[in-house]
Nanobody, 117 residues
């Protein structure tokens, strides 16, 4: 069973930056061999896939809405996934989750990101 714990959210002005982290643990879960994902849920909307990264970080994809502004990375030695978010927009306001798939089937409790002036 995997346990995912997100952190790093907060309130930021448009144009600002945040760095999210996701600590993964659990018996039978080997972080270093898994694709990992970030998904988000804006108020009143469904889950939206944001980014994914393969096991060693050599294959990365982004949703068009965040491409060029967000950077996903991972540290397999620390079992931790990251999301560097720059040039934040009000429409990036959401609860952000790390997940083991793009649909957020298995995800943590999330971390709130609010972009507002």
């Amino acid at each position: 069973e995997v346990r995912l714990v997100e952190s790093g959210g907060g309130l930021v002005q448009p144009g600002g930056s945040l760095r999210l982290s996701c600590a993964a643990s659990g018996s039978g879960f080997t972080f270093s061999i898994r694709w990992m994902y970030w998904v988000r849920q804006a108020p009143g909307k469904g889950l939206e896939w944001v980014s994914r990264i393969n096991s060693y970080g050599g294959n990365i994809d982004y949703a068009d809405s965040v491409k060029g502004r967000f950077t996903i990375s991972r540290d397999n030695a620390k079992n931790t996934l990251y999301l560097q978010m720059n040039s934040l927009k009000t429409e990036d306001t959401a609860v952000y989750y790390c997940s083991t798939d793009r649909w957020g089937t298995t995800r943590g409790q999330g971390t709130q990101v609010t972009v507002s002036s």
